[in-house]
Nanobody
């Protein structure tokens, strides 16, 4: 099992930016894909973005396309989510997760390990 630890959440005004990080334990980071999901109060967990193990392919939810960017640094065993032009509807707990499946995956059922989450609140 791989341990995933998110950081970088916080309170930001609408239109602002945040960068989330997810650090993975172990030495096999480059062998699996990664994804970001979020869950707002009273709502189901939803897909945000995913990246393949090589970093060569990414996919985004329509709601964040053009505003969020997922990337990974294999030397640091870390995946990032750069969030720009934040909106109040982006408020949620953000989770990173890993998958052994090929290609960027958008279904939570494709992911086998999850972090504990980091809170993002967009409010004036």
């Amino acid at each position: 099992q791989v341990q995933l630890v998110e950081s970088g959440g916080g309170l930001v005004q609408p239109g602002g930016s945040l960068r989330l990080s997810c650090a993975a334990s172990g030495r096999t980071f480059s062998t699996y894909g990664m994804g970001w999901f979020r869950q707002a109060p009273g709502k189901e967990r939803e897909f945000v973005a995913a990246i393949t193990r090589s970093g060569g392919s990414t996919v985004y939810a329509d709601s964040v396309k053009g505003r969020f960017t997922i990337s990974r640094d294999s030397a640091k065993n870390t995946v990032f989510l750069q969030m720009n032009s934040l909106k109040s509807e982006d408020t949620a707990v953000y989770y990173c997760a890993r998958t052994l499946r090929i290609g960027p995956r958008s279904s939570p059922s494709d992911y086998i390990d999850w972090g504990q989450g980091t809170q993002v609140t967009v409010s004036s």
